[in-house]
């Protein structure tokens, strides 16, 4: 399997420890450098753009990642290169189709350029892959996690003017900030593709 967007490695570490063979690719030289001598992993540095592979996988994730692509078009296409024929591919992202999406406009916290520089919803993702030869076989939002301190740095950054965000940022102020709260929006999502 192929990590895309590997990061610091962990979630490849977590694979790798439920028995997956595999490897990662990640921009970032720091991070990269971590995943290999920190947790020994295989993760070359480079941008998914160039990176070059001599085979096949089986699986490939793609955590958090799409938004980064300057063209996702191309992205894709390199994913259908490098996923074999039945062969999967998970993909999580944020959902600008979302009512947090819809409600908030540009207050929307991914909207951030120029570290996220796309944006999906779950409909044009599917399209997306499905022009480059996948199809999408399962979705759904992930169970993720958050904790206040970050809630409430979101808040400050995204909405500081809004009257409303006060009353969120009363709640907040009572909670510890290391409390890890569940991610309460609908505003992610995975999907899960095979190339046909």
Not at 4 to 11: E, P
Not at 133 to 149: C, Y
Not at 153 to 160: A, E, Y
Request: with cysteine; glycine share 6%; hydrophobic share 40%.
């Amino acid at each position: 399997m192929l990590d895309v967007g590997s990061a610091a490695g962990l979630i490849l570490q977590g694979l790798v420890n439920e028995g997956y063979d595999g490897c990662g690719v990640e921009p970032n030289e720091t991070m990269a450098c971590f995943a290999q001598t920190e947790l020994q992993l295989d993760v070359t540095a480079s941008a998914f753009e160039d990176f070059e592979a001599d085979k096949q996988f089986d699986v490939v994730t793609v955590v958090q990642v799409m938004g980064h692509f300057i063209d996702p078009v191309a992205a894709v296409q390199k994913l259908q290169e490098l996923v074999r024929p039945g062969g999967l591919c998970l993909v999580e992202t944020w959902d600008a189709g979302s009512w947090p999406a819809r409600l908030l406009g540009s207050n929307w916290h991914e909207y951030s350029p120029p570290s996220v520089l796309q944006w999906f919803s779950r409909r044009s993702l599917r399209q997306l892959f499905e022009r480059c030869d996948f199809e999408q076989v399962a979705t759904g939002r992930p169970s993720k996690w958050i904790n206040a301190a970050h809630v409430s740095s979101l808040i400050d950054h995204k909405l500081p003017q809004v009257s409303w965000a006060n009353v969120i940022r009363s709640g907040l102020s009572r909670i510890p900030e290391s409390l890890n709260l569940p991610y309460p929006s609908d505003d992610l999502f995975w999907a899960l593709f095979r190339r046909i």
